[in-house]
């Protein structure tokens, strides 16, 4: 397939042009791997993912017997014959008992529980997952804007370079009559022209890098290099999109739901009991030590039909999950198709820009020899030159668009 040429292209159109200046580089993994270890968003899940965890403890530590601890002493004293009636109060209350209470006929309770923990942490995994990719593909978009920009850089380099060149060869033609100063002076401001754009593009390529950093969770204010991207068009691994995952998690989410709505309705018994000492008013002897046990028994009958209201609106919600899911498996097809023609025309546009510079370079080649002969002026040369920059440049923007097409077709993918 034409994809595999890709990387091969990249490297070609790289060599094209002359070195820049950096302290040192920073691939595209580097920035990648910096923005998924600062992520905010990556972390929150990650905490989501233990809380969730300790819910699913908690649920579990539901299930054991309740121990508790009761202590009060009151006391309603009559001073004077000025207090509450002792009929009542009893002039006070001393409690001091432990109770236990055990919850039963509720293990399919508990089972629908923890499936909804189960699949809420099925979802934040993937979440976290569709995030991670989405933060790796703007990260990957910025990188090629920075690294587009240096290929600015590189080649307007080139041309000043290449221009100062003419500029010296041009000398002795002007002294000797063959040129005219004006023409010296025209290429002179050229080259003076060339090196404000030179800065604007490093400026311009600054300000991608720090955007860039940003994006990555990286404070750093240095201007590294960025080396070639060298993206590969992928192929999908995954059995199932996690998009489309996420869909039928949505609805299992919802289906679970349904099911603790269920045993809202089913009957519920409560065992209790408790032992100590209570007493009115307090008695120094073990005769007021003691126990008590009971049974509580819970069961709505009828709500006024709250119960068929609700399931209601889950279904109705479950069947928007449904039409969700049916459009986006629409969309992702036609954005797959598109892609792969898209990528097609992007090889043959480049094939068809790499053979016209070479035209082109043997042009500018002939060019500069009828300069240095005096058979051109200055003013035909520099037009030359203008047409050649815009040839590269052209390469250059489909490369990238090349580039950005795979980024696109891997963010896809799965």
């Not at 601890?69 to 004077?80: C, L, S, V, W, Y």
């Not at 600015?152 to 002294?175: D, G, H, M, T, Y």
Request: proline share 2%; with cysteine.
């Amino acid at each position: 397939m034409a994809h595999r040429f890709i990387p091969f292209l990249f490297l070609i159109t790289s060599l094209l042009y002359s070195a820049i200046c950096f302290s040192q580089s920073h691939d595209l993994n580097y920035y990648l791997q910096n923005g998924s270890e600062n992520s905010p968003l990556l972390r929150d899940y990650t905490n989501q993912l233990q809380r969730n965890k300790i819910d699913s403890l908690l649920i579990l530590a539901g299930r054991k017997i309740v121990l508790s601890a009761t202590g009060q002493i009151i006391i309603a004293p009559i001073i004077n014959g000025y207090g509450y009636d002792e009929a009542i109060t009893n002039k006070g209350q001393y409690t001091a008992v432990v109770g236990i209470r055990k919850t039963l006929l509720q293990k399919n309770y508990f089972a629908a529980q923890n499936n909804r923990l189960r699949l809420r942490s099925d979802s934040l995994l993937t979440n976290q997952l569709v995030s991670r990719r989405t933060l790796e593909k703007a990260i990957t978009d910025q990188y090629l804007n920075s690294y587009d920009t240096l290929l600015q850089i590189k080649f307007q380099e080139q041309v000043i370079a290449s221009l100062e060149n003419q500029l010296i060869l041009l000398e002795p033609l002007v002294r000797n009559g063959i040129y005219l100063q004006t023409d010296y002076l025209t290429l002179k401001l050229q080259i003076q022209t060339e090196k404000i754009n030179l800065q604007l593009l490093k400026d311009g390529y600054r300000s991608t890098i720090y955007v860039l950093n940003a994006l990555s969770g990286i404070f750093d204010t240095t201007v590294f290099q960025v080396p070639s991207p060298n993206l590969i068009w992928k192929t999908s691994t995954a059995s199932v999109n996690p998009n489309l995952i996420l869909f039928s998690l949505d609805s299992l989410s919802i289906e679970a739901s349904k099911s603790l709505l269920k045993y809202n309705y089913v009957p519920k018994l409560n065992l209790w009991g408790d032992a100590g000492y209570q007493a009115i008013p307090a008695d120094p002897t073990f005769k007021k030590f003691g126990f008590s046990a009971g049974v509580s028994f819970d069961w709505i009958i009828s709500d006024g039909g709250q119960r068929n209201l609700r399931l209601q609106q889950l279904n109705i919600q479950q069947q928007n999950g449904k039409f969700y899911r049916n459009f986006y498996r629409t969309q992702y097809s036609l954005q797959l198709a598109n892609l792969e023609k898209k990528i097609q025309s992007s090889n043959s546009i480049v094939a068809l820009w790499q053979e016209e510079l070479k035209d082109m370079n043997l042009l500018m080649l002939m060019r500069r020899q009828q300069l240095v002969s005096g058979q051109l002026s200055i003013i035909d040369y520099l037009a030359a030159m203008r047409a050649y920059r815009d040839l590269q440049q052209k390469l250059n923007s489909a490369v990238i668009q090349q580039q950005r097409i795979i980024n696109e077709h891997n963010f896809l993918v799965w």
